[in-house]
């Protein structure tokens, strides 16, 4: 069964630079999540589109951004990276409301 | 906002005892009360879920009981087994019909370790 994909799995930019994250959400899936989980910590609820419209916000910054594409994919944004934003980023997709989230593998971000 | 609390923090038992983690959240809206399994560096992933209008649901060694009144709901793994070991969270949703998406409201999460 085709899982949520994201890309890339490693990443390692350096503080002030920029980085992009992807997702491709499991086909048919409404509604995806971004996530993100600093080491030894729970995931924190970043960001939300349901149906290529944005559907909820969390505690995201406002260095970053994220869209869904026509194809429903979603882009991660961040920009002016900092130390702290070295963390694992999931993101999730599901079928409507309430059910299961499905999570990708992650990208592990590293900001030196 | 949601907030979830999730006890205890570490539990270490011996394989083939119980094993059971708590969890409460403010919110009485939250409607869906997911576990997750996390091994280190992998992705959350489900292995029961409860929504509001169940009292208790069981697949195999775990179960999940919910308790609206109290806000609480628990995790229970029966006749555990080295691989059980992972650290586990809880979370919690609301789903409001159109005004809210689901967006999962994590406890703090449970380091397991099953000693063999």
């Known amino acids: 069964a085709a899982g949520v994909i994201q890309s890339p799995r490693h990443l390692i930019k350096e503080k002030r630079e920029t980085a992009t994250l992807k997702c491709y959400p499991i086909?048919?899936?409404?509604?995806v999540y971004w996530y993100q989980q600093g080491p030894g910590q729970d995931p924190q609820f970043l960001i939300s589109?349901?149906?290529?419209?944005?559907?909820d916000k969390g505690s995201i910054p406002d260095r970053f951004s994220a869209q869904q594409f026509s194809d429903y994919h979603s882009e991660l944004n961040m920009s002016s990276l900092e130390l702290g934003d070295s963390a694992l980023y999931f993101c999730?997709?599901?079928?409507?409301?309430?059910?299961?989230?499905?999570f990708g593998p992650g990208t592990r971000l590293t900001v030196l | 906002g949601e907030n979830v609390e999730q006890h205890p923090s570490t539990l270490s038992v011996q394989e083939g005892d119980s094993a059971v983690i708590k969890c409460t959240y403010s919110?009485?809206?939250?409607?869906?009360f997911p576990w997750y399994k996390q091994e280190l560096g992998k992705r959350p992933q489900l292995i029961i879920d409860?929504?509001?209008?169940?009292g208790e649901k069981k697949d195999q060694r775990i179960a999940v009981t919910l308790n609206k009144t109290a806000k609480h709901f628990s995790l229970h793994i029966t006749e555990t087994q080295p691989e059980d070991s992972a650290v586990y969270f809880c979370?919690?949703?609301?789903?409001?019909?159109?005004?809210?998406?689901?967006?999962?409201?994590f406890g703090q999460g449970t380091i397991l370790t099953v000693h063999p």
């Open positions: 999730a997709s599901s079928l409507g409301q309430p059910n299961e989230q499905f």
């Open positions: 086909p048919r899936h409404d509604t």
């Open positions: 589109f349901y149906e290529k419209m944005q559907s």
């Open positions: 919110d009485s809206a939250s409607n869906y």
């Open positions: 409860i929504r509001s209008n169940v």
């Open positions: 979370a919690a949703s609301i789903y409001a019909g159109g005004t809210s998406y689901g967006k999962l409201t």
